[in-house]
């Protein structure tokens, strides 16, 4: 009855989103603040009978918001269901294991390897440098490969690189292979390599709306590269679904992409509370990798992370624990409200001291 390509697929597992009692959520990434007010306005007077039609399959007014924003030409921006479906996408277009493995850290956002499961695409990992950051000049060297993603910032870690590394690696990577730059986390604190698309036409940089736009549950992303690498992105979402942004998602990605002043905002709070929760977190002799994203990574010598998650858990706090050689001294802890924060760090000092 089961396919036999079913019966040895590997899911991705998301975080939790328990429903069992109320927690303070600080787990996957989400924002702590409300999506753009403009959005609430729009909903009160949404008219359901727009939803009789089909959404309009190119996405078009939302690929022109992007591409304003950016200063891009639409013909240069691609959307999606959740960043999640834009690399799927991308993963199934550019990737060809005909041509060698695709590229990756070993330390990263853990749906890649998900997706070359899933198309069946040879992957090579390469290591982090010793202070935990991508070594982009592993990716140059690497040899033979189909192309090369990585997130930046990088998750779990939260570090950042400079865009000159970028465009160190593209000046040196082969230029029929593309580089994929997953810049989920990009708006706390990063450098976009967005600027680079124009001179590097193996460049696609994939955003969300999931985290500095507080729209998770709205599932939008984006990808901007060269017109001809956007064009099989669409070629690719094409044959599996016309429709995969619905008329609301299109609708309300217009009004955050277009609500600049309520983006900088919630992006400065919450980069705010991350450098302070950072130095409270130092002062109780945790160790912090330096975080470019809306979470950081954190340990507290001498206890591990696994006790640290159930203990928090215990104490009605999620935070994300991988249990993953090389990282199991971690905890992966989202930027919640000031407010939730200070709880955290009471809750941390009754349990660790
Ligand atoms: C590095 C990275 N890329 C992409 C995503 C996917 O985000 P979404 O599908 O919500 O746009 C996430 C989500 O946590 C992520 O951490």
Same mark, same amino acid.
């Given at each position: ?25 600080? =787990? ?13 306005? %729009? ?45 799927? $996408? ?61 997130? =930046? ?48 036409? =193996? ?91 809306? %979470? ?25 624990? %991988? ?6 001294? $971690? ?23």
């Amino acid at each position: 009855m089961l396919s036999q390509r079913i019966k040895t697929l590997m899911p991705y597992v998301p975080g939790e989103q328990p429903r069992d009692r109320r927690y303070i959520k600080l =787990n996957t990434n989400e924002n702590p603040y409300q999506p753009s007010p403009r959005i609430r306005d %729009f909903l009160r007077t949404f008219d359901p009978e727009t939803l009789r039609r089909y959404p309009d399959p190119r996405m078009t007014a939302l690929r022109q918001a992007i591409g304003r924003r950016f200063g891009l030409s639409d013909d240069c921006v691609f959307t999606g269901n959740g960043s999640d479906e834009v690399l799927a $996408f991308a993963f199934y277009a550019f990737f060809d294991s005909d041509c060698g493995p695709v590229l990756f850290p070993t330390f990263t956002y853990s749906f890649y390897p998900v997706y070359c499961n899933f198309f069946d695409i040879d992957y090579r990992t390469l290591p982090l440098g010793g202070d935990y950051t991508v070594d982009l000049d592993a990716f140059a060297v690497a040899g033979k490969s189909c192309g090369a993603i990585f997130p =930046n910032p990088n998750a779990p870690t939260g570090i950042g690189l400079p865009l000159d590394r970028v465009r160190s690696l593209l000046e040196r990577f082969p230029r029929d292979r593309v580089v994929i730059v997953d810049e989920a986390y990009i708006d706390f604190g990063g450098q976009s390599a967005a600027s680079l698309i124009d001179s590097y036409n =193996n460049l696609l940089v994939v955003q969300t709306f999931s985290k500095s736009m507080a729209l998770a549950g709205i599932r939008l992303g984006f990808a901007m590269g060269a017109k001809p690498l956007i064009d099989a992105l669409f070629t690719a979402k094409d044959a599996f679904n016309s429709y995969p942004v619905d008329t609301l998602a299109q609708q309300i990605g217009v009004l955050a992409m277009e609500d600049r002043d309520h983006f900088d905002e919630i992006c400065r709070k919450i980069v705010a509370t991350r450098e302070r929760f950072g130095e409270t977190m130092t002062g109780l002799g945790w160790r912090l990798l330096p975080s470019q994203a809306n %979470f950081v990574f954190a340990s507290k010598p001498g206890v591990p992370g696994s006790q640290i998650y159930n203990d928090l858990k215990a104490a009605g706090i999620l935070v994300r624990y %991988f249990d993953k050689e090389g990282l199991r001294d $971690f905890v992966r802890i989202t930027m919640g409200t000031d407010e939730e924060m200070d709880t955290l760090v009471e809750a941390i000092q009754r349990l660790f001291g």
